[in-house]
């Protein structure tokens, strides 16, 4: 409303005049306007954390039991997203809701069938870049094609590298994986990549189980895993390491030679980052029961169980195989003596602390 300039009053000033108000102008008066830019002071409902959070957890299709796990874990929802396949097999992909400036994280390991899973993460991924999501976050529980991680003969592909490429050119902004076969799978990537080690979840169960720290003995079924069984020992009380020599002749196939420590009345434990055929550490198994091991377990993170797995795990040469979810099982593939940790926790926590930008080393320090 305006008004018209009052009056002067003392010394030419007119009286009542708003500070800052210049003498016979017209003057803008809009009513009760200082109330809508001062700070309130009484208390307000909050909103709650999840309205205030730019945390989004989406999940593909290929392990959404340990998606809602690790969803719950959070106290979250896991967002909406829409996946489906045309009748030639084409994969599509939408995000319903909102993700602007948010940081997305995708759970989406690349387990069997492993090219339809890796292509459904990647148009997820494009998805959710092309929807102006602040950050995307790559979790990937179980990477595939990380087997092929160097050249053993001449003209071989890397397709570790090769998969790595196709992640980060899709959009994505950092990769969270657990257990990759080999470390020089990070450095395969050019965006930052936290590896977390399921060992964690699988050290706390064997501690339940109170076997007597003389007893024990941590095997590693083939040379290429040593470093992670004597890590895998550290863990526990320092145990005693033994090594199974192996000799593999093609893929998926393998010999055993020798075994190199001494496992005679020992409870034995094998420790390794997959079981796809069995072959490898079920030969294990049978020479450390030929060498006097009085109970042998095995111990991998990823149960990737491709025929004939479950027969020569089943087949009693183990007492108990312990596996993590990062891979789904299916009914058909459960037998007496496996038993399936979760890994939720641990992926919660650490995509809490990534989030938060703590430390996850401190996780398995």
């Known amino acids: 409303m305006l008004q018209e300039a009052r009056p002067a009053g003392v010394n030419g000033v007119p009286v009542g005049l708003p ?25 307000h409902p909050q909103p709650t954390p999840a309205s205030l959070s730019r945390l989004r957890l989406f999940s593909g299709t290929s392990n959404p039991i340990l998606a809602n796990e690790v969803a719950h874990y959070l106290g979250l929802e896991l967002g909406k997203i829409k996946c489906k396949r045309f009748a030639d ?36 991924i494009d998805a959710c870049r092309r929807a102006s999501a602040r950050s995307i976050t790559a979790v990937v529980p179980y990477y595939g094609y990380a087997r092929a991680d160097r050249k053993v003969q001449g003209r071989e592909s890397i397709a570790a590298k090769l998969t790595a490429n196709l992640i980060t050119e899709a959009g994505a902004d950092r990769v969270l994986a657990i257990d990759l076969h080999s470390g ?34 941590v095997v590693s079924p083939d040379v290429g895993g040593v470093a992670r069984a004597r890590a895998f020992a550290k863990k526990l009380n320092d145990a005693p390491l033994a090594i199974v020599d192996k000799r593999r ?23 390794d980052d997959m079981i796809d055929t069995a072959g490898t550490i079920t030969n294990a198994a ?10 042998v377990y095995a111990c991998a993170t990823h149960a990737v169980f491709s025929p004939p797995a479950v027969e020569r795990l089943s087949s009693g040469v ?14 058909e593939n459960i037998f007496p003596q496996l038993t399936i940790l979760s890994v939720a926790n641990l992926l919660g926590e650490t995509i809490w602390r990534v989030y938060n930008a703590a430390s996850v080393q401190a996780l398995r320090d």
């Not at 049978?286 to 109970?295: H, I, M, Q, S, T």
């Open 19 to 43: 500070k800052g108000a210049v003498p016979n102008r017209p003057i803008l008066e809009v009513p009760d306007w200082e109330n809508q830019y001062r700070r309130p002071t009484g208390r």
């Open 318 to 331: 183990f007492q108990e195989v312990i596996v993590a979810n990062t891979i789904p099982v299916p009914p």
């Open 184 to 217: 020089q799978c990070v450095g395969y990537f050019d965006i930052p990549v936290d590896h977390v080690y399921g060992e964690t979840v699988i050290l706390d169960y064997l501690a339940s189980k109170r076997i007597a720290t003389g007893d024990l003995v």
């Open 249 to 271: 002749s093609a893929h998926n196939v393998s010999e055993v030679m020798n075994l190199i420590g001494d496992v005679r009345g020992k409870v034995a434990v094998l420790v």
């Open 286 to 295: 049978k020479v450390l029961a030929k060498e006097g091991a009085r109970e």
């Open 89 to 124: 097999g084409e994969i599509y992909v939408q995000i319903q809701e909102s993700i602007r400036g948010c940081d997305v994280f995708l759970i989406q390991p690349t387990c069997p069938p492993v090219n339809d899973h890796l292509m459904e993460l990647l148009i997820m």
